[in-house]
Nanobody, 127 residues
Framework: QVQLVESGGGLVQAGGSLRLSCAASGRTFSSNNMAWFRQAPGKEREFVAAITWSGGSTSYADSVKGQFTISRDNAKNTVYLQMNSLKPEDTAVYYC????????????????????WGQGTQVTVSS
C-alpha cells in the first residue's frame, strides 16, 4: 500500500520556522516529481512548491518564493519543505503529493495532476 505521511507541522509564532517532512512507503518515488500544496479554511487547495524527480529543478508559488525551500532525499524516499519567516497567512493544512508519471522534466502546478496524497499536517502561525 502506497502511503505518503507528512510530519513537522505545529503552532509557531510569526517570523518562526518549521520544516515539514513527507515520508513515502510502499514504493519508491525516486523517479517521480513531488509537490507540496496547502489548504486554508474556506479556501481551495493551492500549489506551494514542487521538485523534479532528480531534485534538479524546483518551482514555487509567488507567495512563498524566497521564504520556502523544497528539497528531497531519494535515498530516504522523503521530501521536505523548509518554511522560514512564517506569517499568519501561511496557516493551512499542508499536503504532500506525488506525480505517478516517471522521470518528468517539468512539474505540474494543479492538484488533479498528482496521483498520490498524504493526509496533511496542520501549520498554524500566530501573530
Amino acid at each position: 500500500q502506497v502511503q505518503l505521511v507528512e510530519s513537522g507541522g505545529g503552532l509557531v509564532q510569526a517570523g518562526g520556522s518549521l520544516r515539514l517532512s513527507c515520508a513515502a512507503s510502499g514504493r519508491t518515488f525516486s523517479s517521480n516529481n513531488m509537490a507540496w500544496f496547502r489548504q486554508a479554511p474556506g479556501k481551495e487547495r493551492e500549489f506551494v512548491a514542487a521538485i523534479t524527480w532528480s531534485g534538479g529543478s524546483t518551482s514555487y508559488a509567488d507567495s512563498v518564493k524566497g521564504q520556502f525551500t523544497i528539497s528531497r532525499d531519494n535515498a530516504k524516499n522523503t521530501v521536505y519543505l523548509q518554511m522560514n519567516s512564517l506569517k499568519p497567512e501561511d496557516t493551512a493544512v499542508y499536503y504532500c503529493a506525488a506525480d505517478g508519471r516517471y522521470s518528468r522534466g517539468s512539474v505540474y502546478y494543479t492538484a488533479p495532476r498528482y496521483d498520490y496524497w498524504g493526509q496533511g499536517t496542520q501549520v498554524t502561525v500566530s501573530s
